[in-house]
């Protein structure tokens, strides 16, 4: 999962330590603002939220769990109803359902 951060993106110390915790940046291309997470602090992305369809609202993450530079697991929002239906990890076992909210905050 190598995420390029474009130049112009906003970049934040959430814990003070001096290194960059997250971006928000339209990382995709698409005219949208997608966040970054570096939650580790080692300076690569751990996971990014994309809003696929310019509605404001997160529709697909992509998260490396195991910091390889790979996509471990990507969720989406795929009937565009707010919650996270479609879960792939790694090794290509697709899960189906309701897995959390998106707009009401809970986790995945």
Do not use: K, Q, W
């Amino acid at each position: 999962m190598s995420t390029e951060i474009p130049e112009d993106a906003v970049l934040v110390d959430t814990d003070g330590d001096g290194t960059i915790d997250a971006a928000l940046a339209d990382v995709d291309g698409d005219g949208t603002t997608d966040a970054v997470l570096d939650t580790d602090g080692d300076g690569h992305a751990d996971s990014v939220a994309y809003d696929t369809d310019s509605d404001g609202e997160i529709d697909v993450i992509e998260a490396d769990t195991d910091g390889d530079g790979y996509t471990d697991l990507a969720v989406a929002d795929t009937d565009g109803d707010g919650t996270f239906d479609t879960a792939v990890d790694d090794e290509g076992n697709v899960e189906v359902g309701d897995f959390g909210s998106v707009d009401g905050g809970d986790a995945v």
